[in-house]
């Protein structure tokens, strides 16, 4: 079982939809949480930090539920520029060690 | 501020050759770290260097592969002999070490390795 699972997609969704991506992780002793975002051929970079509490940033908002180890994105009123996949990542603990999901394709449509 | 520079952005090679990559961190980023990306997959920590001691390489095949950062800056990447699963994107990334936003990670552009 990999450490970080999430659903592959593709997510296809018409401009302006709402689309979730869940995430879950197998290590109870992962301290932090964050969703990066890679454009197709680039490099990944941080989209959001994911907190117990909740966290939002515009039409961006993460969750995080450590009993159940999920994770979750949620994209409001979508955009053409949204189209990217999106990666699932935790931080395991004292040195910083990130561990990626394999992400999930979103492709927003017209 | 500069981002984190890799060279070259794309290299190809046939089995059993030698390869280099190298990598600029972002000025002052105390760590360094090297990952593997497969198509299809999400990045692969291979090495992690702080400053120029390694913190972690549990998952680089030392038979094959080789990283180093001897003043604890700039950092290569090598892999010898080559396999066509070694086939992927070779990506460099940094960050500051004792600062609130140590946990987020600067990656570079990559370096995309064909192995024919």
């Known amino acids: 079982r990999k450490e970080v699972e999430q659903d592959p997609g593709p997510f296809n969704v018409p401009e302006g939809a709402t689309v979730a991506f869940n995430c879950t992780y197998s290590n109870s002793a992962s301290q932090s949480f964050f969703w990066y975002r890679q454009d197709c051929r680039k490099e990944p970079k941080l989209l959001m930090s994911v907190y117990s509490s909740g966290n939002e940033d515009g039409r961006f908002t993460a969750q995080l539920n450590r009993a159940s180890q999920y994770i979750s994105l949620l994209i409001r009123d979508s955009k053409l520029s949204d189209s990217a996949t999106y990666l699932c990542v935790v931080n395991r603990g004292a040195t910083n060690k990130l561990i990626f999901g394999t992400g999930t394709l979103l492709a927003v449509q017209p | 501020e500069a981002g984190v520079a890799q060279s070259p952005r794309y290299k190809i090679i046939e089995k059993r050759q030698s390869v280099a990559f190298w990598c600029n961190p972002i000025s002052g980023h105390a760590t360094l770290y090297w990952y593997q990306q497969i198509l299809g997959q999400g990045p692969k920590l291979l090495i992690q260097?702080?400053?120029?001691?390694?913190?972690?390489d549990s998952q680089l095949p030392k038979d094959r592969f080789s990283a180093e950062r001897l003043k604890g800056v700039d950092s290569t990447l090598k892999i010898q002999p080559a396999k066509l699963e070694d086939s992927a994107v070779y990506l460099c990334?940094?960050?500051?070490?004792?600062?609130?936003?140590?946990?987020?990670?600067?990656f570079g552009p990559g370096t995309r390795l064909t192995v024919t």
């Open positions: 990334a940094s960050s500051p070490l004792n600062r609130a936003s140590s946990y987020e990670q600067y």
């Open positions: 260097f702080q400053n120029n001691g390694v913190v972690d």
